[in-house]
């Protein structure tokens, strides 16, 4: 498509005032700023970082995240621990409870060489993992997913008889590998006092887990914790062993909401291009609707609604309280942020702007490549791949 | 992967009980039922069906909806009209505000034999349109989009001035083909005399503009409406030359709330497994969270709110208020809707569920294929390829 238009003589199709829109585009520079960030900040605990791979679901990020090419390594589907054991990651935790129909493709991957360890809460799922185990003369490697915050799944962490149970179930031909926990509340937390007491608290909920399993006299050698937000608020990691987090490598608004990240620290944005205007309305129309952005309103609870997304220039930079106010399917609609004074920036049909997604991970879905930027240069330095799919 | 499933003596992989999970479902039998209602309704009037593929964005599917192989279809994104070109539809209207600099795709596509036109609101797109058609010595067909009811883009259908000067514009070397709208207001109507009322809303701006256009001197022998809840709740077509709808395909939980369907006509659902309980809150946790569902949450403004979706048995039949109330990126949440005296149905780890999205376009654009059952068969009769992507 790009080879037709440049045939036409039309802006050249290796910057962004070429390529198809709308598109996703990565600003490599803030990657690399906000990886260094937080390998930064837990450098000195001596803790280690496994990062979330779902929200980039690309091996050309996820060289530039992990600590190896070999890992360590988060996913959320199998489909990405298969893609990234295929790109040569060894160490993989597939963070989602597993459903004992999944321990098939968990084996596959493991007899390919890839050590591949699931998460799960319930005696049910430590008794099939055991089982599988057997069957396949192979110890799956499993954690104890912990409640920290009544937000999802786990075990209560002082639930001493769950916890015990789970781990003598998996003795019986499994290993135990530890306990692991997310604070998916820290999410709606607002403020350094509270993101700080979220932390603390997924700290002590899997530190209070790995002391009844070992207090029972069975290992737990991983003390597993994770988020973005408690990432970067934690104070204290004695006794945790590895941090997971995975929207830290982009960032977006919903973080920079919560004070995790700055607006300037996000990384990815949407191309899109001017296709009409509603004078009457005070509307800009532009090519990026939900399917581009996603349905995320991840800030529509926060102190500042970003609507569907932040609007900023083509080199990134934000024109101020410039949102998409509303979206259909191929359709989003920009219009200065309500109540703010601001003025609607003059764009004419056809010119560019770029659009900071409320989640990385919702928007990148929409996504099956990257357009990566660095800094302000319009210049596309390379296209990656990104996968979807289960 | 399944392959290796049933290596292992699993579930067999051609039945609901054997496939991926989480994998988006659908069933043939309703569907067929779908088309054939709008279809039975339309035919008496008169007015041509060009549906739209921006739902289904699938092969398979538009050849079982399109009047015949070569169309006409609609279409949102350019990588649609190329997929369907490829499979051979020839008539195609791209219902999204053209941008100059996809006038390329456009044209090539016009090259190679598919009557493409286009959508526009503005003087200056027509110019742009009428110059690239010059050059390429190839009238470029387009469509003015007319604002019915406030909703997003559009010349106002009383606007003579706009309306004249964008006919003459094209009339410089593209070719005006007609109007079209597309009454976006009709998603929030509630009962049949409001919905009817957007469909007079929408037709008599189309028919209004037509007379406009022609009694300037303009040809206009297109007159286009279009939205689902409008086809099926307008009585009158008079001027009318076809009806553009799309998401009656496979209907979705927000056409429910509208009125447009039951829960029973809903076409497509999510098939997930259960992966762990949270007795103590009433949850039970299953594989499809909002990467499988989608962000959509369309019926949260409706009366009857399903979260991310109503959940029903494997056959398709809802348990009764059964939804998911919550959802992280792999983790849906199922419980009883709040406020409702229904009981958890009792669900085993393993246990598979199928779940009706609020909205099909958005939570089919979170697959990449369909598998296709029929009725309450478990039974998957083929896989379908869908696609993604601009």
């Known amino acids: 498509m790009e080879q037709a238009a440049a045939a036409r003589g039309e802006a050249r199709p290796d910057t962004l005032h070429g390529v198809d829109t709308p598109c996703l585009v990565l600003d490599v520079a803030r990657m690399e700023n906000n990886v260094a960030r937080l390998r930064g900040r837990l450098g000195p605990s001596g803790v280690s970082l496994r990062p979330h791979l779902k929200t980039a679901k690309s091996v050309e990020v996820a060289r530039r995240v992990m600590a190896s090419p070999a890992g360590p390594a988060t996913v959320s589907t199998l489909m990405e621990a298969e893609r990234f054991a295929a790109a040569g990651v060894r160490d993989i935790t597939y963070a989602v409870g597993i459903a004992p129909a999944k321990l098939g493709r968990v084996l596959d991957l493991r007899s390919r060489g890839a050590d591949v360890a699931v998460v799960l809460d319930t005696v049910e799922q430590a008794v099939a993992v055991a089982a599988a185990s057997r069957a ?226 919702a928007t990148g879905a929409q996504h099956r490549e990257y357009r990566v930027v660095r800094g302000a240069s319009p210049a596309v330095e390379a296209t990656w791949d990104r996968f979807g799919g289960w």
């Open 136 to 361: 396949a003369g192979d110890r799956i490697p499993a954690l104890i997913e912990v409640d920290c915050d009544g937000h999802r799944s786990g075990v209560l962490p002082g639930d001493v008889h769950g916890l015990v149970a789970i781990g003598r179930a998996l003795g019986e031909g499994a290993e135990l590998r530890g306990v692991m926990t997310h604070a998916g509340e820290s999410y709606s937390a607002r403020g350094p006092e509270a993101l700080r007491r979220c932390a603390e608290g997924e700290r002590r909920a899997v530190v209070d887990a790995a002391a009844i399993l070992r207090g029972a006299g069975l290992p737990c050698p991983v003390v597993s914790v994770g988020s973005t937000p408690t990432a970067f608020a934690a104070e204290d990691f004695t006794g945790v062993t590895e941090v997971r987090a995975g929207v830290f490598v982009f960032f977006d608004l919903v973080m920079a909401g919560i004070g995790a990240c700055t607006v300037g620290d996000v990384a990815v944005s949407v191309l899109a291009t001017v296709i009409g205007h509603r004078r009457d309305k005070g509307w800009i129309l532009v090519d990026a609707g939900w399917m581009a952005m996603s349905r995320d309103r991840g800030t529509s609870r926060q102190a500042v609604d970003q609507g569907y997304g932040l609007v900023c220039d083509i080199g990134g930079e934000p024109y101020g309280d410039l949102v998409v106010v509303d979206a259909n399917q191929e359709h989003g609609i920009v219009a200065v942020r309500p109540g703010s004074g601001g003025a609607l920036p003059d764009l004419a049909i056809g010119d560019r702007v770029r659009i900071l997604p409320n989640h990385a991970c």
